[in-house]
T-cell receptor, first 114, second 111 residues
Framework: NAGVMQNPRHLVRRRGQEARLRCSPMKGHSHVYWYRQLPEEGLKFMVYLQKENIIDESGMPKERFSAEFPKEGPSILRIQQVVRGDSAAYFC????????????FGPGTRLTVT | RKEVEQDPGPFNVPEGATVAFNCTYS??????FFWYRQDCRKEPKLLMS???SGNEDGRFTAQLNRASQYISLLIRDSKLSDSATYLCVVTPSGGYQKVTFGTGTKLQVIP
């Protein structure tokens, strides 16, 4: 059973470009969470999604950031017009449908904005 | 007051020592509690759940104190490989599964 997969693992973007981060949850998991971790800081919740629904996006900046989890395919975190302050590690986690609160994390995408 | 608070450390302990971390939470209705471990530049990994009756897994023991609203993690006979940041995780009661991560406690086990 493959774990949570994220790609790319490393992404370099120039200021003003768009960044697309992908996350495939563990098999059987339909709850996906995105977190951001700045250097030397803790994990910050961004958004929680179920298939085709955004459940909680309270941690996501109102502008430039969006997330989706379509019926088919991976969850996507999209950052438009990236700025240097967006440089961080972005982790995706997934959990089971049945209400288990245990989250399993992907290896993360390290975004560097130059 | 932060929802979840942890002493950032670092805790520098010799090999073989016993070390304990606490994590306090502010929402008395919190339902589930976990400890995660995060190695440098890696993803967090679930270490153990924290049950009301406590939970032990080898050298690791987790306890929950609802009255004082904290959870603890005890590591006995520390190994060099235990060096990592330990994250406390708290989830709310009912509803959906939004969780709150503490900022972590850094442990460095010294030879």
């Amino acid at each position: 059973n493959a774990g949570v997969m994220q790609n790319p693992r490393h992404l370099v973007r120039r200021r003003g470009q768009e960044a697309r981060l992908r996350c495939s949850p563990m098999k059987g998991h339909s709850h996906v969470y995105w977190y951001r971790q700045l250097p030397e800081e803790g994990l910050k919740f961004m958004v929680y999604l179920q298939k085709e629904n955004i459940i909680d996006e309270s941690g996501m900046p109102k502008e430039r950031f969006s997330a989706e989890f379509p019926k088919e395919g991976p969850s996507i975190l999209r950052i438009q017009q990236v700025v240097r302050g967006d440089s961080a590690a972005y982790f995706c986690a997934s959990s089971l449908v049945d209400g288990s609160y245990e989250q399993y994390f992907g290896p993360g995408t390290r975004l560097t904005v130059t | 007051r932060k929802e979840v608070e942890q002493d950032p450390g670092p805790f520098n302990v010799p090999e073989g020592a016993t070390v304990a971390f606490n994590c306090t939470y502010s929402n008395s209705a919190s339902q589930s509690f976990f400890w995660y471990r995060q190695d440098c530049r890696k993803e967090p990994k679930l270490l153990m759940s924290v049950y009301s009756s406590g939970n032990e897994d080898g050298r690791f023991t987790a306890q929950l104190n609802r009255a004082s609203q904290y959870i603890s993690l005890l590591i006995r006979d520390s190994k060099l490989s235990d060096s990592a940041t330990y994250l406390c995780v708290v989830t709310p009661s009912g509803g959906y599964q939004k969780v709150t991560f503490g900022t972590g406690t850094k442990l460095q086990v010294i030879p």
